[in-house]
């Protein structure tokens, strides 16, 4: 027997409209779509083989399992917003990385299992991200066993990794995955900034830092941490390390600080790698 959920989107945007066509490409029925912008649910409805519905109570009643794959700020206006009385058996959705299911609180009084299920992949536009999202790890959110049988199954559907997040922990998820992804850049950011000043042309900074930053994510992808730490602090040059502070408090006393802290955040890989840190640690120290 055929236990999948129909499934049913409110929000036809990139996420929505990139998990509609997967999964309905791997074989389940998606029933309903509504959106802000009808075209965009018209659209995505033809890829689907879908109806278009004005609203997003006629998606909950079309379907088993509904996805508000709307902007975050949406999802509780969304939600709150609701007419249908009675949500028993109906499971319902979103997949932001940084709201967690209890903004949906309001429809699991009425009966909904709530959950949600964020996939940690960056949407740049639909095409791509259908080529590219299956293999991707999602975050599932969901207390009920059978919505997390749902939403495990559905993963699964596109080869991809299931990471429980515990009732409460959505924030810390997401914290780690901004640091990861997002201030990645930041760091790049500030490299090239330091590049250029002395002179660098953006070209050559970039393409220094293109291929560093590049074979770090390789060495991680390899050998992870704490092999893929490479530098001085892995030399336990403390000396080099007395000299960046110091050209760096002259240049921009918060970059100082921002690596000052890394540093010492990088302490415990470096004694993870058998290096001892009692230099390192000492300069740290005063140098703070
Ligand atoms: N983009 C990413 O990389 C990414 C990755 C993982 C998770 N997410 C999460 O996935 C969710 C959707 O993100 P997205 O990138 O797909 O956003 P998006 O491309 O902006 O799509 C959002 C869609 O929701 C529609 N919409 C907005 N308010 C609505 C409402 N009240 N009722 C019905 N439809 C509404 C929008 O319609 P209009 O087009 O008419 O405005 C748009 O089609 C967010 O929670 C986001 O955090 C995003």
Known sequence: ??????????????????????????????????????????????????????????????????????????????????QRESLMGKGVIHTSGARDASVLAVLAARGALTGSLHPAFPFADVETAVQRLPGATFALEAESPPLRGWLRDLVLALDGRVMVIPPGQKAVYHSALVIASNYTVTLYAIAERLLTAIGAERDAAEGALNTLVQGTVDNLRETGIPAALTGPLTRADAGTIRRHLQVLRQIDPLVADLYLQLARLSLPMVRARGVSTELLQRVLDQEA
């Open 1 to 82: 027997m055929d236990n999948r959920p129909t499934l049913g989107f409110v929000g036809a945007g990139k996420v929505g409209s990139t998990l509609a066509r997967l999964w309905f490409q791997t074989g389940y029925a998606v029933r309903a779509i509504s959106s802000r912008n009808r075209a965009k649910a018209e659209t995505l409805a033809e890829q689907v083989d879908a109806r278009v519905v004005a609203t997003a109570d006629e998606v909950i009643a079309a379907a088993d399992l509904i996805l508000l794959t709307v902007p975050d700020d949406a999802i509780e206006p969304l939600a709150a917003s609701l």
